[in-house]
């Protein structure tokens, strides 16, 4: 009796080791992708390579080194600034990547399944290297927006068909009415293609309440703009996305 209660502590002991680490990698891994994320936005603003250079700060052009690109962990060391200019680091990339590890480890443990999870995971990074882009420009690079939604309706094809086969007429109306959007510069063509892709890939049903939660955030956060002023929708419609996902409305 003893000897299975020992062993039973051990087995305990260890399932809380490994779950411990689990949750490193997860966050790691959200942390370490919106970290990239941020830095590919970044770079192709400003029509830079995603590779090459290396990593630099942008107010001194320093190469930075690897442990200055640590998520979270780089930040923090630096105590929030350049270590070469002492210039501040802006925060938002630091918070992203907590976000984001936070974000996965909750959708690694709420997912169907491993496919259901990388799937809502990378669409989410693809959402968020969009979204900061518009954000900082007003404009996508188009190598990002079609590639990523070219290859999230090949990963999600089997959906992609049973949402053709039982929505195209749905699907077709809400197209002709994008593009009439889009025809009086209400929406932008990266918009259509983003919610067009996460509607495919989830069903109609899902797409018009995406829609309808990223046109409230929209319109709460610019509620006192002025009427002619142009916003990025694209941070609306990642921000719904998340807090869809969040309650599992999928
Ligand atoms: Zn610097």
């Known amino acids: 009796m003893v000897t299975c209660q020992t062993n039973f502590a051990l087995f305990c002991v260890y399932f809380n080791e490994v779950i411990n680490l689990l949750l490193i990698l997860i966050f790691t891994l959200g942390a370490t992708l919106a970290s990239c994320a941020t830095c590919c936005a970044f770079r192709f603003c400003k029509n830079i390579s995603a590779f090459v250079p290396r990593s630099f700060c942008d107010n001194c052009y320093h190469s930075l080194t690897w442990w200055q690109l640590l998520p979270i ?3 923090a060391i630096q105590k929030g600034k350049c270590h070469f200019c002492d210039r501040p680091i802006p925060i938002l990339s630091t918070a992203l990547e907590s976000l984001y590890g936070f974000i996965f480890i909750w959708l690694f443990f709420h997912s169907a399944n491993l496919f259901s999870f990388t799937l809502i995971a990378g669409l989410l990074i ?7 882009e518009d954000q900082r420009g007003m404009e996508v690079s188009s190598f990002c927006l079609y590639c990523g939604a070219l290859l999230f309706t090949l990963w999600a094809s089997p959906q992609v068909w049973w949402t053709i086969k039982t929505s195209w007429l749905a699907l077709l109306l809400f ?3 994008c593009l009439l959007f889009e025809y009086h510069g209400q929406l932008g063509p990266a918009d259509t293609i983003c ?3 996460i509607m495919l ?3 109609f049903h899902f797409g018009c309440w995406l829609l309808l939660l990223a046109s409230t955030i929209f ?3 610019h509620l006192h703009d002025a009427p002619q002023t142009r916003h990025a929708f694209l941070p609306s419609l990642s921000s719904s996305f998340i807090i869809l996902v969040f309650f599992q409305i999928y």
Do not use: P
């Not at 693809?126 to 900061?132: D, P």
């Open 175 to 177: 197209f002709g009415v």
């Open 201 to 203: 890939v989830y069903g």
């Open 195 to 197: 919610v067009l892709v």
């Open 126 to 132: 693809w959402l968020l290297v969009l979204s900061l």
């Open 219 to 221: 319109l709460a956060t």
């Open 73 to 75: 962990l780089g930040w």
